[in-house]
């Protein structure tokens, strides 16, 4: 059995309005494909909590004060060779000051 990594899940934290500018984003550098198919993304709706610290600049909140709201988390498929090109353009558009973005290993296995 031979594995390899030729691919990462990038799973990305962000507001609903925001998944279309980041999908498209992430789609013209080569990412969100699966075979014949582009702009492929996944979205669930998700609850979260966070604490503004200091000198922190939030989206939502107020700092020192525990924030709850709901974001969506969006899964997308990314070749290994354009994450780190990836993981800047999702910054580059993301309102988050420190977004979250999963970067998980996708095995491929060959019996």
Known sequence: MNIDVTEVKLEIYVPEEYIEPVRD???HIGACRVG???HVAA???SRGSW???PGSSPFN???GEICFGTEMKMGVRCPVEIVETAVREVK???PY???VINVILLLDIQC
């Open 51 to 53: 604490r503004p610290l």
């Open 97 to 99: 000051e420190e977004p």
């Open 92 to 94: 580059k558009i993301h």
């Open 61 to 63: 909140g107020k700092t």
């Open 43 to 45: 979205f669930h709706c």
């Open 25 to 27: 984003a992430l789609t």
């Open 36 to 38: 014949n198919y582009d």
